[in-house]
């Protein structure tokens, strides 16, 4: 096999639709999360932004052609993760850790 | 010329997964946006956005195995990792909001149901209760 190709077309103009794509899907929950009427509805609105988050870590991680941001990736799952369960504790006990 | 074809189909394959990762990852955050009461609102980024998010992990597992020797399988360990946590949350959140008495279109269960899932070391919101008719006591 003679030397690896540049990613074409077809994937370029996929990756532009998909980053337009999920950059529209972070500002609306971002929206959420301002206009919010409830403290649920925040942490809610949070936890679609961190996974939206990955998303577009994973395009980037497309684009570059590179495995770079996968620990960053995993890493904003992961704390995501403990932030929404945190948050929804502290709003269920009045407290997290008991 | 077969590998420019195989280059063409794995790009296109590699192509469509990330459009239909985006959409219905654009599709759960609309969702998140248009829907009218928080009980409505837990649908849209538990199911769409995690099937979105699968979409673009497989896509990028698909991408990088073709692209690199071996098989590249981070990407499986944040897609499991994401498919494990979002109904937890999702059950965290709606207990967090029934505690709370976030209001319902479709009416809220019996505060006698209510309060027994209210936990031991937990108080209700002082509003809850000038809100709700004093119950019987039980």
Redesign the interface.
Same mark, same amino acid.
């Given at each position: 096999m003679n030397e690896l190709p540049e990613t074409g077309l077809i994937l370029n103009l996929a990756l532009a639709v998909g980053f337009l794509l999920v950059t529209v899907a972070v500002l609306l929950s971002l929206w959420r999360l301002i206009i919010g009427p409830d403290q649920p509805d925040r942490i809610l609105a949070l936890d679609t932004l961190y996974v939206n988050t990955v998303a577009l870590l994973v395009l980037l991680d497309i684009k570059l052609a590179s495995s770079l941001y996968f620990e960053a990736a995993l890493l904003i799952a992961l704390f995501g993760f403990v932030g929404t369960v945190a948050l929804a504790k502290f709003l269920t006990r009045g407290d997290i850790i008991e | 010329m077969t590998?420019e074809l195989t280059?063409?189909l794995v790009? =296109?394959f #590699? %192509? *469509?997964l =990330?459009?239909i990762?985006? +959409?219905f990852? @654009?599709l759960?955050?609309?969702g @998140? #946006?248009r829907l009218r009461d *928080?009980y409505e609102? *837990?649908h849209t980024?538990t199911k769409a956005?995690?099937l +979105? #998010?699968g979409s673009? @992990?497989i896509? &990028?597992a698909v991408?990088?195995t073709w692209?690199e020797p071996g098989v590249?399988l981070?990407?499986v360990?944040?897609a499991v990792? @994401?498919f494990i946590?979002?109904p937890? &949350?999702a059950h965290? =959140?709606a207990? %967090?909001?029934l505690?709370?008495r976030?209001p319902s279109r479709s009416g809220l269960p019996p505060e006698s149901l209510l309060e027994k899932h209210d936990?031991h070391?937990?108080?209700p919101r002082p509003n809850a209760e000038a809100k709700q008719k004093p119950s019987q006591t039980g």
């Open positions: - | 590998t280059t063409l790009e =296109i #590699v %192509a *469509l =990330i459009l990762g985006a +959409g990852t @654009l759960g955050s609309f @998140l #946006v *928080l609102r *837990l980024p956005t995690t +979105g #998010v673009l @992990l896509a &990028s991408f990088f692209r590249s981070h990407e360990l944040v990792f @994401l946590t979002a937890v &949350s965290l =959140i207990k %967090a909001a505690h709370q976030s936990g070391g937990a108080k």
